[in-house]
């Protein structure tokens, strides 16, 4: 690697702006932008293996507050779906995220559906905050599970001999 791209690394893998950092990276993947927080994640929890619960949490509040973000979206954009609400596909979708209500926002962690699924249930005007419960259990689970997942399956020795 380059080595103008290692100090950027070493810098925002500092624990002064490496939290801050991850925040940012976890909201913004949360919304329908195609972006995944886990690398950035697993990376600040290599360099500051004494990170690990603050880390999770920072990512876990970071990516529940983009999902509310994308509920907003959803609930702004009625009108548009409403257009587009004729096709058997959607049609079946929405039943069974009407059946489920707010609970189907456990699902938020899948990645391609999850990030829309929050942006639906704001158009289907599910309540808010249980919506935002329910995407922060999923989000703290699926940080939890792939984080533990990738230092079981990357121990520090290998992590460091990358980064290098």
Known sequence: ????????L????LPEVGLSTLFVVAFVSATLLPMGSEPVLF???KLNPELFWPAVAVAT???TLGGAVSWAIGRGAHAAVDRMRHSPTEVHALRWLE???PKACLLSWLPVVGDPLCAVAGWLKFPFWPCVAY?????????LV?????L???PADVAVSLLR
Do not use: C, S
């Open 10 to 13: 070493q810098i925002l893998a």
């Open 135 to 143: 995407m922060a259990v999923g989000k703290l689970l699926r940080y």
């Open 1 to 8: 690697m380059p080595d103008w791209f290692l100090n950027i």
């Open 146 to 150: 792939m984080t533990t997942a990738l």
């Open 152 to 154: 079981w399956a990357f």
């Open 99 to 101: 059946r489920f209500g």
């Open 43 to 45: 990376g600040l929890i």
């Open 61 to 63: 509040a970071g990516n």
